[in-house]
T-cell receptor, first 110, second 114 residues
Framework: DAKTTQPNSMESNEEEPVHLPCNHS???????IHWYRQLPSQGPEYVIH???SNVNNRMASLAIAEDRKSSTLILHRATLRDAAVYYC???????????FGKGTRLHILP | ETGVTQSPTHLIKTRGQQVTLRCSSQSGHNTVSWYQQALGQGPQFIFQ???????GRGNFPPRFSGLQFPNYSSELNVNALELDDSALYLC?????????????FGAGTRLSVL
C-alpha cells in the first residue's frame, strides 16, 4: 500500500479555518484519497474522499494537488468538536480494507 | 437505521484465556472488517468478512479468528491471549464496493489482558 505522511499534531483557533496537509508522493493512478477522523473515545468516522478533483461535503473540503502527490483537508470553521486525530489514507480501487497511519492530532483552542 | 454496535464495551481477561467480541453491522451492509488499535497508534487491519467468507487478512496470527453470520453480524475470537493483545478492537461495516466505499465504525471494545 502506498504510504502517506502527515504532521504529528496541529493547533488551530476555534472558528478559524484549518488546513491539514498530507503527502503521498508514491500514489498510483488508481488510489483514492480518503480522510477519516477519530474523536476521543470513539471509532473512526469517515470525512471525505476523492480521486483527482477537489471535493466538498457538509463536513469538509478536500483539495488535491494537480500531480496528486499531496492533498489538504480543509475544515472551514473549526469548532471544539473538531478536535480529533485525522487520518489521510490511500486506497486502491479494488481494496476494501483501510490501512491507517498515525494521523494528525488536531487541537482546537477556544 | 441503526449504526454499528459492538459488545461488550470493556473486558478484562488473563493471559492464556480466550475471548469473543461481537459486532452488529449497519443495516444493509454485507461486509465487516475488524481492526486492533493499540494506545497511541492508528487502527491495524485484522481481517474482513464478506458474505460470511474471509475476504482478506492483515498480519495477525491464526489465534485471531472470526465469523460472519447470515444476518452479517460478526464475531472476533482471540485464543491464548497475550499481554500485547490489550487494545481497542474496532469493527466496521460497509457495502462491498472497493475503494470508494465508506466504512462505518463502532465505538469499539476495550480489552485488557492481565
Amino acid at each position: 500500500d502506498a504510504k502517506t505522511t502527515q504532521p504529528n499534531s496541529m493547533e488551530s483557533n476555534e472558528e478559524e479555518p484549518v488546513h491539514l496537509p498530507c503527502n503521498h508522493s508514491t500514489i498510483s493512478g488508481t488510489d483514492y484519497i480518503h480522510w477519516y477522523r477519530q474523536l476521543p473515545s470513539q471509532g473512526p468516522e469517515y470525512v471525505i474522499h476523492g480521486l483527482t478533483s477537489n471535493v466538498n461535503n457538509r463536513m469538509a473540503s478536500l483539495a488535491i494537488a494537480e500531480d496528486r502527490k499531496s492533498s489538504t483537508l480543509i475544515l472551514h470553521r473549526a469548532t471544539l468538536r473538531d478536535a480529533a486525530v485525522y487520518y489521510c489514507i490511500l486506497r486502491d480501487k479494488g481494496d476494501d480494507k483501510i490501512i491507517f497511519g498515525k494521523g494528525t492530532r488536531l487541537h482546537i483552542l477556544p | 437505521e441503526t449504526g454499528v454496535t459492538q459488545s461488550p464495551t470493556h473486558l478484562i481477561k488473563t493471559r492464556g484465556q480466550q475471548v469473543t467480541l461481537r459486532c452488529s453491522s449497519q443495516s444493509g451492509h454485507n461486509t465487516v472488517s475488524w481492526y486492533q488499535q493499540a494506545l497511541g497508534q492508528g487502527p491495524q487491519f485484522i481481517f474482513q468478512y464478506y458474505r460470511e467468507e474471509e475476504n482478506g487478512r492483515g498480519n495477525f496470527p491464526p489465534r485471531f479468528s472470526g465469523l460472519q453470520f447470515p444476518n452479517y453480524s460478526s464475531e472476533l475470537n482471540v485464543n491464548a491471549l497475550e499481554l500485547d493483545d490489550s487494545a481497542l478492537y474496532l469493527c466496521a461495516s460497509s457495502s462491498y464496493s472497493g475503494a470508494k466505499n465508506i466504512q462505518y465504525f463502532g465505538a469499539g471494545t476495550r480489552l485488557s489482558v492481565l
